[in-house]
């Protein structure tokens, strides 16, 4: 499931719950309910604008942006990530703390994956086909036992 179909619900009685429109409606039962989407931007008291994945189970900041447009934009392309591969993405500056070898997909501001190896020998995360103005918002792991969700 992409995660722009997933959102937060709060009832009247405090429950919580994470899922799409029609599941929240469905367990409303008559109850006041607040609804607000997964990925969600808001700006820092620096100016700068970070970009958050929150469920009622996991919560963390996907990224950290100068600007509102590259903060809109870098939403646009997290929903459309599946909600179980965005909830395992990790920074570039995490792996590049490891000091083992691994593979990687790389997802760009562009919406696409690609290709990506960490060499701890080199301490460097090299991303294949990597287009020359496009910038890398996370990895998701290619062995998910191997790797768990360490963003900084």
Request: charge should be negative; charged fraction near 25%; hydrophobic fraction near 40%.
């Amino acid at each position: 499931m992409k995660t722009y179909e997933l959102y937060n619900a709060t009832y009247g009685d405090g429950e919580r719950m994470t899922g799409t429109l029609d599941e929240i409606y469905a367990a409303q039962q008559g109850r006041k309910v607040e609804i607000s989407p997964v990925i969600w931007a808001y700006k820092m008291q620096n100016d700068m604008v970070a970009v958050d994945f929150k469920t009622t189970s996991v919560s963390f900041t996907l990224g950290v942006f100068d600007g509102v447009l590259e903060a809109e934009s870098a939403c646009r392309v997290f929903e459309q990530v599946e909600a179980d591969k965005l909830s395992s993405l990790t920074q570039v500056a995490s792996i590049c703390a490891a000091d083992k070898d691994s593979s990687w997909l790389a997802l760009g501001t562009d919406g696409r994956m690609y290709e990506a190896e960490y060499i701890s020998g080199m301490g460097q995360l090299i991303v294949i086909h990597l287009p020359k103005n496009t910038r890398i918002l996370g990895c998701i792991s290619r062995n998910k036992e191997e790797h768990k969700n360490d963003l900084c």
